[in-house]
């Protein structure tokens, strides 16, 4: 790194969260879109930076690449995670990757749309220890992981391992080689143990009320026994108060009658209705998977109960 950039790099790690990406713009070039969030004490630097929009870089967090750095649109990378080495990291639109972990990119890390990391996964492209000079091996791949893959919590690739779409790595596997597109592999050395697609279910339209009816009941357990927000959830429709402001949580089913609701009260609408459209500004839609601009503390506590505890993926509705 010249002593320029480790100035920046330096610079970065002490600046307000506020302040690192307009220093990224001016200072490297880097292409930052709207919404995009670095932590405290979290530092990045490339060759060529290009963050999307609504991104997060949580706190604590070291990237340091040789090559290009790439994170894709509503992608996170949590808090005291180190990815360092002389190549570069590419990392699509949604994805994940968990606390602590480390990712190793002396050779280039590819990571697909909509894919995750679990906590303390450990990425490596290069391998060596013993003398190489003295005929021990030395190893330098590149990882790929493709589009809707989860690796969970402390999964190990060794250096050249490719993971195929619509795959799962369950917890503490170590993995090398090629997995196939639409596996659940596990264990040490991972093996093949089953397929995605066996898996999912089918979701009609009464199934997907009743797993909202389930997510919304499940959202006001948490927000009640964390304190978060006052709640309400034996009435119909279920209530929460933040601040000076009780807002109602209307469910739209796809199959069954709205409930009635409270004009006095602003109401978060939970849409399962394909086509419907709200009469106020705040809600989400479960059959589009987009949330109003508008925002509400409740609404946004909401969002990221979903993506944390069910992996639902949401993107702002875009103003016309």
Known sequence: MSLYRAI????????????????????????????????????????????GDYSAIRALTIINCGGNLSIGRYSIISSFTLIY?????????????GPQSLINTEEEVRIGH????????????????????????????????????????????????????????NSRSVVSGEIPPDSIVEGNPARMIGSMSRMQRTITP??????????????????ATQGTFRV???????KVQAGRHIYQLVLIPATDDIATIDPTNPTIWLI????????????????????????????DALCTFLQRYYGIQLEYEEER
């Open 85 to 97: 080495g002389a190549d570069g990291l590419r990392i699509g639109d949604h994805c994940y990757i």
């Open 8 to 51: 920046i790099f330096l610079l970065l790690f002490i600046a307000p969260p506020p302040l690192k990406p307009p220093i990224l713009r001016i200072a490297c070039g880097a292409q930052i879109g709207r919404g995009v969030s670095i932590g405290w004490f979290s530092t990045l630097m490339g060759r060529h930076i290009s963050i």
């Open 272 to 299: 399962c209705r394909p086509g419907w459209s709200p009469p106020s500004g705040l809600w989400l839609n479960l059959t589009t998977n987009r949330r109003s601009m508008h925002r509400a503390a409740p609404l």
């Open 114 to 169: 909509r894919s995750a990391l679990g906590a303390r996964c450990m990425l490596y492209t290069h391998g060596s220890f013993f003398p190489y000079s003295e005929g021990y091996w030395v190893r330098f791949a590149p990882i790929t992981i493709g589009n809707r893959v989860w690796c969970a919590t402390g999964v190990f690739l060794h250096p050249g391992t490719t993971i195929g779409d619509n795959s799962f790595v």
């Open 206 to 223: 009464r199934r997907l009320d009743a797993i909202a009816e389930q997510m919304l009941h499940h959202f006001l357990v948490i927000t």
């Open 232 to 238: 309400w959830s034996d009435r119909s429709p279920p």
